[in-house]
């Protein structure tokens, strides 16, 4: 396979993983995610945007999630994301203890 091919094919991927995630499994939900695989659609979203960046292209954080996400997070908010379980939030936290602030 030429890496035009092998790039497209990965293109094509992406493309269906977010279309997947932004469409078909709405109902899912980014703690879940980071809670099961260690990232989430915030976390797909800060690597475009910071893929953007490396390239040279001025991107910001909401602008990397307005890409990714299809519309501004605040109105993704309100459409689809639920409060967290109790049960979710623990798990998080076992996982992702707090960064030192000092």
Same mark, same amino acid.
């Given at each position: 396979? $030429?890496?035009?091919? +092998?790039? %497209?094919? %990965?293109?094509?991927? /992406? =493309?269906?993983?977010? +279309?997947?995630?932004?469409? @078909? =499994?709405? @109902? ?10 260690? /990232?989430? =659609? ?7 945007? #910071? ?13 990397? =999630? %307005?890409? /990714?996400?299809?519309?501004? /997070?605040? #109105? ?11 049960? &979710?939030?623990? &798990? ?6 707090? +960064? $030192?602030?000092?």
């Amino acid at each position: 396979m $030429d890496a035009q091919t +092998k790039l %497209e094919i %990965e293109a094509a991927v /992406f =493309r269906r993983m977010q +279309k997947h995630l932004m469409e @078909d =499994r709405t @109902d899912v939900q980014n703690i879940d995610m980071m809670n099961q695989s260690g /990232f989430c =659609r915030n976390c797909l979203s800060r690597w475009y945007q #910071e893929a953007a960046n490396e390239r040279g292209i001025d991107m910001s954080k909401d602008e990397g =999630r %307005e890409a /990714f996400y299809g519309m501004p /997070f605040a #109105e993704w908010k309100t459409q689809y994301q639920t409060d967290a379980t109790g049960s &979710a939030k623990a &798990a998080f936290d076992a996982t992702h203890p707090p +960064k $030192d602030t000092k």
